[in-house]
């Protein structure tokens, strides 16, 4: 990798019928694959649609929320980008491991750029209003690593599986930094 590039992933959790969001949260309650994912993104800079940036309580400094509102006001360590891509840049311009998490529309956007995708599918339908975007060729993709824990869902009190699949994408495009002003450009000649 160029000094300018890093590894961009994405990391999510998807229902059986495609659900990932009910009402700006998640549809089942996992107290366990919530923790897999607060653990996996710990210390890494962030790309969040604004939707998802509103549902969360803490968001870690070195987040980049894209919106196209120009007046939204953040929280502190927070920044408001107008693309995906500027988002992108600016996360991989901090220098840390950069984490894609959502929601469905910067999944959407953000997915050939990333390298690898963190999906837990959890195998049991859930009503939701939100659906994983059918756009992302994942079926494509190399799953490169595996591994299934059952945990209590607790709304329903039901055990389910949860599968967490390591994705990756052998070429994914590549986001490049332009030092001075942080602008993104795709396909970023070294
Ligand atoms: N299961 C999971 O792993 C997971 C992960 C994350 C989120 N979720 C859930 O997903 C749901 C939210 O997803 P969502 O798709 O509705 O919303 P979202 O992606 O979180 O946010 C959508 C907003 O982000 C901005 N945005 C998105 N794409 C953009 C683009 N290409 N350019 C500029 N701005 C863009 C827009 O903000 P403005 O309107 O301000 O312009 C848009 O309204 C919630 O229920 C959340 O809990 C689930």
Not at 86 to 107: C, D, E, M, N, R
Not at 113 to 131: H, K, N, S
Not at 135 to 149: A, F, N, Q, R
Not at 154 to 173: A, I, M, N, S, W
Request: aromatic share 10%.
């Amino acid at each position: 990798m160029g000094k300018h590039e890093s590894l961009i992933t994405a990391i999510g959790a998807v229902a059986s019928n495609g659900m990932l969001g009910l009402a700006g949260w998640l549809p089942w309650d996992i107290p366990e694959e919530l923790a897999y994912f607060e653990k996996t993104v710990a210390g890494a800079a962030l790309v969040i649609g604004r939707l998802t940036y509103e549902s969360m309580d803490v968001v870690p400094e070195d987040s980049f929320i894209v919106s196209r509102q120009t007046d939204l006001v953040l929280r502190p360590g927070c920044r408001r980008v107008d693309t995906v891509e500027q988002g992108l840049a600016a996360a991989v311009a901090t220098g840390k491991p950069v984490f894609v998490i959502g929601g469905a529309s910067v999944y959407a956007a953000a997915w050939p750029y990333c390298q690898r995708f963190l999906l837990t599918r959890i195998e049991m339908p859930f009503a939701g209003d939100t659906l994983f975007p059918a756009s992302i060729p994942l079926d494509t993709w190399k799953v490169v690593g595996e591994v299934c824990h059952t945990y209590r869902e607790r709304k329903t009190g039901q055990d389910v599986v949860c599968r967490f699949l390591q994705y990756e994408q052998p070429e994914p495009r590549r986001i490049g930094v332009d030092c001075n002003s942080t602008a993104a450009c795709s396909d970023f000649a070294e």
